[in-house]
């Protein structure tokens, strides 16, 4: 099709035209007939030079984190014919809108890129991308869609941590340990008198010869030879801009305490409390460590529900086969409140070892925090043996998680 500027110069020349041949001036003819005909002759050449064409994307690096730039290559292949010496592509990638990128003629085929500085955690779907391709007077062109669709990740920053908080010798700490070498399964809990229709196989003959009446032994689950974090995506807790908010924090902190346990070969989780709850388990080796590191890069603050309530549901036994059944559970969150805290102390009660790490979110703001309900809860699990690690706007993850910082922490 004409483009404006093809548009205007056909009406120029008609324009030309008419005035040439009201005033007499036929010199002027040659020039406004040009200037109808190279328009014309332009839309003719794009008209076939035109033609279905394969986009190939590439980027740069195998694997892209947070705040590194995103060098995406594009390649365009024409369905035979010939190829333009240029044209221009437009890319639109996810959130982060429409990308342009100018293409010049190798060989066969068209090349170009873009780059994306400073890329925020997250998946990105590169999809709907067209080029564009004119004549070098940029009187006609023609936009022809690209059908492919593709999907670049970005995985959170992950910090090598000297230690874990917890192992500090805060309180909690030395009783996790055990834990973690605890055989999981059942536990004796009480005995009872035999009501109908339970299974046989719960009576404890013992009590039952001493008593002289069925007795059935009431169990107890115990945790799991496992440490599992809890990734909270409260969406109301969310501070800060796109790629430097206070989730974007919680997701480096939780990254960075299960590379932690896959370094030192502890069985691990990772369960994320959003609109849907997702458990991923990593075995020892941490052979599933890449699908877990996908998932929090796309992960997303979408949960329709307090923290709490979930935990309640755990504390209950009521939830379902991902519930959080680990010895040591590491809690990320971007909300305090005195209902987490009751949830966090029944959880320990539960004989499981918790730990917190608290990001205070209105920091990420640029609000300054001052003592409030939020650091009485904090105090709170403090007083009942928990460990709550505190990261604000600016600290290092890696000091605040790590051993050596709450050692010296300590000792200041």
Sequence with gaps: MLSSRGRRTIALGVLLYLVSWGFGTPELFPVAIGLVLAPTLAWLWVRMIARPMVLRRRTGHRELVEGGEIAVGLEVRPDGGPLPARARVVDKVGVLGAQVAEMAREGHALRGGYLIPSAPRGRYTLSGAEVTIDDPFGLAESRIPLERSDTVLVYPRVYQLDGLFTDAGAAGGDEGRALLHRTAGYDLHSIRDFQAGESLRRVHWRSTAKRRKLMVKEMTETPRDEAAVV?????????????????????????????????????????????????????????????????????????????????????????????????????????????????????????????????????????????????????RLARAGIPVAILRAGDSVSEALSARHLQAASHA
């Design 231 to 379: 990734l909270d995506c409260d969406a109301t807790s969310v501070a800060g801009a796109v790629g430097s908010s206070s989730f974007d924090a919680q997701v480096r902190a939780a990254a960075s305490l299960l590379a932690r346990m896959v370094d030192s070969g502890h069985r691990c989780s990772l369960v994320m409390h959003g609109a849907r709850r997702v458990r991923l388990r990593i075995q020892v080796g941490g052979a599933e460590w890449s699908t877990v590191l996908a998932s929090l890069a796309a992960v997303r603050a979408d949960a329709d529900r307090p923290l709490e309530t979930m935990l309640r549901e755990v504390v209950s036994a009521s939830g379902a086969a991902d519930a959080v059944d680990a010895a040591r559970v590491f809690v990320v969150t971007g909300v305090m409140s005195g209902p987490l805290a009751e949830r966090l102390i029944a959880l320990r009660s539960a004989r499981r070892d918790v730990a917190v790490v608290w990001v205070e979110a209105p920091s990420y703001a640029g609000v300054q925090t001052v003592p409030g309900p939020a650091t009485g809860a904090s105090l």
